[in-house]
Every structure is written in structure tokens, then in C-alpha cells.
């Protein structure tokens, strides 16, 4: 509720329109390029479940593609969101000896993948009207 004097017109308010639908994309990458894909669908959020399951994917794509690469672990840089900072990740990575390679919350700084990956993303994904979530994911493939 607003107080207001009497000589003051009412406030306008505006209609509010539903903005374009979103789709969360996780990516991974190596020196050779992108690993895999993990995109949920519209709606779905990202929690520890949903990101043990990513990482699962992640490691198999990273085996078929690599074998011998796990026999030293990996290094993963990512923030303290609640998915990646739960137990259930915690022991995923203790039991395959990955690292998790620091990144202060709440920094200024990109991650070196905003800096690296997102501008080349938003500049291949620019001129490109998606009237579907199909038809974005399959950009995003490519």
C-alpha cells in the first residue's frame, strides 16, 4: 500500500509480459574443446542431484574420450551454490579424487570460462531468433 496526497494522481501500472522461455545449459570443456552438453528442460532448476548426475556424465563422456585421463583425477572450478558445496557432490568428488579448484564467492573477477566461453556464446547465439527449445538447443550443439 502506497500513501499518497489526494491531489496525486493514481500510479500506472504496467502489464507485466512473460519474458522469452530461458534454458539452463551446463557446459564443460577441456584444451580440445567442449565435453558435453547437460541442458535441463524448461522450469528445472540445478540441485545436487540433478548436478551429481551431470558430473557422472561428465567423467563418462571424459573416459570415453580420454581413457587413461582419470588416473590422476580432474580439476573442476566452479562457486559455493548449495548443489555443488552438498554432501552428495562432496563424496561424489572425493570418491573419484577430483579437485576443486578455488574461486572466491561473491568475487569481482570472471571465472576464467565467463570470460573464455561466454562472450563466444553470446556472439554465435546473437543473430539467432529460436521460436522453439528445440531449435536452440540444437544451436547450442553445434
Not at 38 to 50: E, K, P, T, V, Y
Not at 64 to 70: C, V, Y
Not at 73 to 93: C, E, I, K, M, R
Not at 95 to 118: K, Q, V
Amino acid at each position: 500500500m502506497t500513501w499518497k496526497h489526494p491531489s496525486i494522481s493514481v500510479t500506472k501500472k504496467f502489464k507485466v509480459q512473460r519474458s522469452a522461455a530461458k534454458v539452463m545449459a551446463t557446459m564443460s570443456w577441456d584444451e580440445k574443446g567442449v565435453i558435453p552438453l547437460d541442458i535441463l528442460s524448461h522450469g528445472q532448476c540445478i540441485n545436487a542431484a540433478q548436478y551429481y548426475s551431470t558430473l557422472d556424465g561428465l567423467r563418462d563422456a571424459i573416459r570415453r574420450k580420454r581413457p587413461g585421463l582419470f588416473r590422476r583425477g580432474a580439476v573442476l572450478q566452479h562457486d559455493n551454490a548449495t548443489p555443488y558445496s552438498a554432501n552428495l557432490t562432496q563424496h561424489w568428488l572425493q570418491r573419484y579424487g577430483w579437485e576443486i579448484l578455488p574461486h572466491p564467492a561473491n568475487s569481482p573477477d570472471l571465472t576464467p570460462s565467463d570470460f573464455h566461453f561466454s562472450v563466444p556464446l553470446k556472439c554465435h547465439l546473437g543473430g539467432i531468433a529460436s521460436e522453439t527449445e528445440g531449435e536452440l538447443v540444437g544451436e547450442l550443439k553445434n
